[in-house]
């Protein structure tokens, strides 16, 4: 195939070459320049043209490195960003980006107490400038499914295979940090430099999932439980503030209590029942008791 596109190639650049010489003859004998001149500028014309046809310019567009291919082998250099001269005869350049990309990958997991978990997580990176050519040459183009995403996956099995499933969600920075120290020491043999890595989300079993939602009600209700058992115990112990506190109350009274305030309490009744009486007296009496015999004074 690549013959069959040479020989193409060949035969409409001789037929270009063929075509100027033929119009700069014609454009000197109409003018009817000097021999001198005429093969002068026919030699001018025809390099002008072979560079034309031939085209050695390649534009790099931005973000990108142009990896050139020489005879289908790959050659160590990198051309930069902009306009670059290269041999358009035997010279193949393919631009490959070198920016920021973003992957994102779920990957399955063990716990340290063998608990299952899904985890999603992602990865910026950007590939080194200055090695893009040897990065293709050992990987290719499909670097990320083959390289990056099995890296991310064996990484983080191995950071959070340290911890117990309960403790993932709460150190979930320290299992990043750890996973993170692992790809980029994975990835840098492949010049593929690490930005930002995250973890997006821990997806447990239904199964743990039911578990925790289980021991979160039982709290809750031991909770609850103790909460009412301390209320009794308080309510116990201001009753039993309040009955010692009228008991002392009435010991203290019983204490104040004298003969003589006993006899003051009975004169004063006396005093207040006298000050009550109207001074009238019944006139008989019922049963056994003695009558009054109600005397008038004459007149």
């Known amino acids: 195939m690549a013959l069959v596109l040479w020989y193409e190639f060949f035969i409409k650049f001789i037929c270009f070459i063929g075509d100027s010489v033929f119009c700069w003859n014609f454009f000197a004998r109409q003018i009817d320049l000097p021999k001198s001149w005429f093969k002068l500028g026919g030699g001018a014309f025809s390099f002008l043209a072979l560079v034309v046809a031939l085209n050695p310019f390649y534009i790099v567009e931005g973000g990108h490195r142009g990896i050139v291919t020489k005879l289908g082998a790959i050659q160590n250099i990198e051309l930069e ?7 358009p005869l035997f010279d193949h350049v393919e ?33 080194d400038p200055s090695n893009a050519a040897e990065l293709k040459q050992k990987v290719g183009l499909n670097y990320a499914d083959i390289i990056i995403a099995p890296t991310i996956q064996e990484s983080l099995k191995a950071a959070t295979a340290k911890y117990p499933i309960q403790e993932l969600t709460a150190k979930r920075a320290i299992v990043r940090d750890e996973a993170k120290a692992l790809i980029v ?5 492949y010049y593929i430099k690490v930005d930002d890595y995250s973890i997006l989300n821990f997806d447990f079993s239904d199964k743990f999932e039911a578990a925790i939602e289980a021991k979160q009600i039982s709290e809750q209700r031991s909770e609850q439980a103790k909460f009412e058992l301390e209320k009794v115990q308080i309510d116990s112990q201001q009753a039993l503030a309040r009955a010692q506190a009228e008991a002392e109350g009435l010991k203290a009274q019983r204490e104040q209590i004298t003969e003589g305030l006993l006899e003051l309490r009975r004169i004063e009744n006396q005093r207040l029942a006298i000050d009550k009486w109207d001074g009238s007296v019944p006139t008989y009496m019922m049963g056994n008791s003695t009558p009054f015999i109600q005397m008038t004074t004459g007149k």
Do not use: C
């Open 95 to 127: 631009q490959w980006d070198v920016r920021v990309f973003k992957l994102q990958v779920k990957s399955p997991s063990a716990s340290l107490d063998l608990q299952t978990i899904q985890t999603e997580s992602a990865l910026n990176y950007h590939v």
């Open 185 to 189: 020491a994975k990835l840098a043999p």
């Open 81 to 87: 960003e902009g306009l670059n001269i290269v041999n």
